[in-house]
């Protein structure tokens, strides 16, 4: 007899711990991704929601384009474009009501442009004049972040004290497919779930994290089947269906706003360019890989719906096209205005009270500037 | 005229104390990390706080450094003052990508839009015989990031005082607890505590003509044991105490070095990399004129923290630093 089947001969009695305490069916994720445009049900997608999502879309693709223009002119040292990925963003921020908090990645630029925030400030980090461009508490729109996965805890922390403190706030933490095999990715949701806090996890899964692709990156049969592990809803949406991240985004924030807890959602989706402008997207895919979700672009369906529902045409299309146009015209004159810099702003920012060390550095900037400055002084 | 009882108290219990006051005068305030509640920390600093503030205020997390400063940093974004508890030294490395990313950066990335007023307790150091992981000298990393203030009492007035003023700060501290010294006593009147110490400054410990022992936490009493011990040998020790790694105070150390005209700086995490190179390279720039004998360093050997049963080896002790102290003659032999 192995010790496999001796077992059962000896029974202490289980600790509570071992049983359930959620039943894992709820949380689990449906096989398919959510779909409503192309769908019957798209015919019940508000109208107005639908042409403020075309036209958000829109000027997201614009914006794309010219901050990408921007880093072949050397306004920008880089751009991570999400062109494909609109919908992801767009309609998620839409979910959040102007009191709730988004916990952006580099990538998410035009999250934080559609909640509302100046499309030259979103720029600031990668043009390189400073590492944030906004006051975060303004906009309620935490620092794009750069580790990966890193602003995921903050979002918890700050659902859980707006919660703490009685207010009705909810987070939205965006994250890559990359981004979720960080351990932050899992203290965070591990956090958010003890806690019951008022967050709602975004996975915008589009293909890879830089190189690699997703099944390289997890052997989990999705990424919203992990949420299953935390005690949370795991949910898949079409990430290029602007209605579906809609309405899922939505419940999501509702569940959260109302004490239900978080919830994990992957939104499957393509990135169409390369990583950045720095990266050569052709060493690990496919050309026909990328056209086989050109049939698939989030902007095509929601037009598509809107021309079935005679609302798109031909002056409403230039009408949103000449609000991209001039949104990028705005960007593109005050991206190639130079930023004033001051020197002496290293040093401002570090402490509350300047130290004594940094007050000696900073009177050592000061004099080199001044050398710098003095009429005789510029061949120093 | 009230008078005040004056009894005997732990470094650890004035921790307590001063997190206590701290949260009943700020109810911003919140304490969290492993174990704080129910049991109070593996240390007993937190004691009671969750009993007299709530799980809320004072909480006990899933065992995750980083999810902890991580969250804290979330917290601290939305007008809570978090003070987080590291158990142990060495695990405190989960939560470096949190504190080196995000907690020490915050002002400044956002342009000094957003602070995060975090402080960060981490007990440390070794001599109580801890197992592997649990006897780190860790200071020389946090000194190393901008945007941290980095501060360690040695005496139980200093451990209430500091904390007060650690947890007051827009800035985030990292507060180093000199484990050994948890249980080292002075009398102290927890209901009229000492004023609150601005962060940033030495103090002299015990003045002295002949040379500075500059030193912080653990090793203050015992450089203070080995000035007593030096006077048999003729040597008047003047006894530095940092209190402040950063910002530090050059200010009382210099004077005190142009004073007596040597320094030995004396701290028990290792000696190459660590915090008494930028001590005596500042000292060095700053005194030279008065200086008889380059500044020296006694410090922990740069090895691994060593298993207990041989950490008496590896900290520097009384008789260390007086060696070191003769080898200050060094002008008169040369
Ligand atoms: C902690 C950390 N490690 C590595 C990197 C470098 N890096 C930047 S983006 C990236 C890939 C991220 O992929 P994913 O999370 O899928 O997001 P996507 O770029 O596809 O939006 C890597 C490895 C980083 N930013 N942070």
Known sequence: MTVMEQRGAYRPAPPPAWQLRTDPAPLLPDAEPYRVLGTDAARKADQELLLRLHGELVRGRRYNTQATALTKQGRLAVYPSSTGQEACEIAAALALREQDWLFPSYRDTLAAVARGLDPVAALTLLRGDWHTGYDPREYRIAPLCTPLATQLPHAVGLAHAARLKGDDVVALAMVGDGGTSEGDFHEALNFAAVWQAPVVFLVQNNGFAISVPLAKQTAAPSLAHKAVGYGMPGRLVDGNDAVAVHEVLSEAVRHAREGGGPTLIEAVTYRMEAHTNADDATRYRKDADVEAWQDHDPILLVERELTERGLLDDDRRRAVREDAEAMAADLRARMNEDPALDPMDLFTHVYAEQTGQLREQAAQLRAELDAENEPDGAGR | ?334
């Open chain 2, 1 to 334: 005229m009230t008078t005040v009882a004056v009894k005997p108290a732990t470094m650890g219990q004035a921790l307590g104390r001063a997190l206590r006051d701290a949260m009943a005068d700020d109810p911003s305030v919140h304490v969290l990390g492993e174990d704080v509640g129910t049991l109070g920390g593996v240390f007993r600093v937190t004691d009671g706080l969750a009993k007299e503030f709530g799980d809320d205020r004072c909480t006990d997390t899933p065992l995750a450094e980083a999810g902890i400063l991580g969250t804290a940093v979330g917290m601290a974004m939305y007008g809570l003052r978090p003070v987080v508890e590291m158990q142990f030294d060495a695990f405190a490395y989960p939560a470096f990508e949190q504190l080196i990313s995000h907690v020490a950066r915050m002002r400044n990335r956002t342009r000094g839009g957003m602070s995060l007023p975090i402080t960060i307790r981490v007990p440390y150091g070794g001599g109580i015989g801890g197992v592997e992981h649990h006897s780190d000298s860790s200071e020389a990393y946090y000194m190393a990031t901008p945007g941290l203030h980095v501060v360690t009492p040695a005496t139980v007035a200093d451990a209430y005082g500091l904390l007060r003023a650690s947890i007051a700060s827009d800035d985030p501290v990292v507060f180093l607890e000199p484990k050994r010294l948890y249980w080292s006593k002075a009398d102290w009147n927890p209901d009229a505590p000492a004023s609150v110490e601005p962060i940033g400054k030495a103090v002299v410990r015990r003045a002295g003509r002949s040379a500075t022992l500059i030193t912080y936490g653990p090793s203050v009493p015992v450089c203070l044991e080995a000035a007593e011990a030096a006077r048999a040998e003729g040597w008047d020790l003047e006894v530095v105490d940092l209190r402040s790694l950063v910002p530090f105070d050059d200010e009382t150390v210099t004077a005190s070095v142009r004073r007596t005209g040597r320094a030995v700086v004396v701290h028990e995490s290792g000696g190459f990399g660590g915090p008494g190179g930028e001590i005596a390279a500042r000292v060095t720039e700053r005194c030279f004129h008065h200086l008889e004998a380059p500044v020296l360093r006694v410090a922990g050997f740069d090895i691994p923290y060593p298993p207990p049963m041989l950490e008496r080896h590896h900290l520097p002790g009384v008789d260390r630093i007086l060696d070191a102290v003769a080898r200050l003659q060094w002008e008169a032999e040369s």
